[in-house]
Structures are given as C-alpha cells and as structure tokens.
C-alpha cells in the first residue's frame, strides 16, 4: 500500500518570503502520480500543482513549484513571494493509475503566511 | 462553473442516530468518493463509487454504508453513529479520462458532531 508523510505539522513564513513544504512517499508503482491540494480556512479543496512521475521536468503553477526526486521519492512544493490568501492546510497526495482515481493523502501541513 | 455541493456543512447529531451526508456533483462525473478528515490523520477514504449501484471500500469502511441511486448523487450512511464519527467529512468527484490522473474536485464539507 501507498503512505504519504509530510513531516511538519506546521509551518510559518513572512509575506513576500519563500517557504518549502517537504513530502516523501513509499510506492512500488514506476508510474504514478503526485498531487498538492490546498485547503484555506473556507474549507474548499483546491489543487495546486500535479506532478506525473513519468516526467522529469517538475511542475510549476505561477508561484507554485515543486522538487520531484523521484530515486529519492520526495515531492516538495516551493510557494514564491509568499501571500496572506496562502494561509491554509496544504495536503500531499498520491495517485497510481488505473486505481479509480483514489488519492492517498498525507498528514497535511499548515501553512501561516504573517504580514 | 463546476461544482460538488455538500448539503449540511454542519451537524449535531446523538449517538444511535442514522445520519445521511448527501453529496451532488453536476459535471457528470463518474467516480465520486467520501473522505474523512481528521487532525493529524489528513483525508482517508471511507467509500468509492465508479458508476451508479456500484461501491468499492476504502480505507476506513467500517460503519458507514453508502448509495448512488443516480449518477450525480453519493450519499454517505451512518447507521448508527457514535462519538467516534465526529469528524469532518468531505466528497469529492472525477471524471474517468483515459489520462489517469483525473483531478477529484471537492465539495466544502460537512462538519459532524455526534454527542
């Protein structure tokens, strides 16, 4: 089975400044897929970033980026030029395919983004 | 725009009570899912269901039952609920692409109490 850690509860970051979640996983799988989901205060879920493992070149969303170490099975997000609206829990996830579509997600680290 | 609505976003329930989540998605999607959200424990999926009638168990099944009478619609059952189930409980639907990494939208959630 799939697990997803994200080893820091909480994070805390000042406005303008960048700031790096970590996450690693543990799969057999060679092809999946990786995903961070944001989720503010309002509750809503909202994707971020989506890596697809089979490509090398990481993924990058405006502010968003992640590091995708794939040997070394490490999925970071690095947010840019720090927000306030970017306060909230973010989740790392993971997805094999032709699993239906099911996420696995990590513990989740919140993120405090401070003027 | 699309949209997963949750009917309640919060719940006060006693415990022994039958409790109904219901969930409607209007992008025709096929796959919608329940998760459970809890501190430390990130997402964990409770049920899945790829088409009408049909239901697959996820991680956490146990005490819940679920039904999709029509496509658009997931419910999630407590048949009996307990303080165990407080929780937040969110649904979420994707599409079945040939892609295989279909993003899961989510609804707002639904915040449950049992007392």
């Known amino acids: 089975a799939q697990t997803v850690t994200q080893s820091q509860p909480e994070m805390s970051v000042q406005e303008a400044e960048t700031v790096t979640l970590s996450c690693t996983y543990d799969?057999?799988?060679?092809?999946?897929?990786l995903f961070w989901y944001k989720q503010p205060p309002s509750r809503q879920m909202i994707l971020v970033i989506r890596?697809?493992?089979?490509?090398?070149q990481n993924a990058t969303e405006n502010r968003f980026s992640v590091n995708f170490q794939k040997a070394a099975k490490s999925f970071s997000l690095k947010i840019s030029d720090s927000q306030l609206g970017d306060t909230a829990m973010y989740f790392c996830?993971?997805?094999?395919?032709?699993?239906?579509?099911?996420?696995?997600f990590g513990a989740g680290t919140i993120l405090r983004v401070k003027s | 725009d699309v949209k997963v609505t949750q009917s309640s976003r919060y719940l006060v329930k006693r415990t022994g009570e039958k409790v109904f989540l219901e969930c409607v998605q209007d992008m025709d999607h096929e796959n919608m899912f329940w998760y459970r959200q809890d501190p430390g424990l990130g997402l964990r999926l409770i049920y899945f269901?790829?088409?009408?009638?049909?239901?697959e168990k996820g991680d956490i099944p146990e005490g819940y039952s679920v039904s999709r009478e029509k496509k658009e619609r997931f419910s999630l059952i407590l048949e009996s609920a307990s303080t165990n189930q407080t929780s937040m409980y969110l649904c979420a639907s994707s599409s079945q692409g040939a892609s295989g990494a279909n993003v899961l939208t989510f609804g707002a959630g639904s915040r449950l109490t049992v007392l």
């Open positions: 996830a993971f997805m094999k395919p032709r699993g239906g579509n099911k996420l696995v």
């Open positions: 799969t057999s799988e060679n092809n999946y897929y």
């Open positions: 890596q697809e493992a089979y490509k090398q």
């Open positions: 269901s790829y088409d009408v009638k049909m239901k």
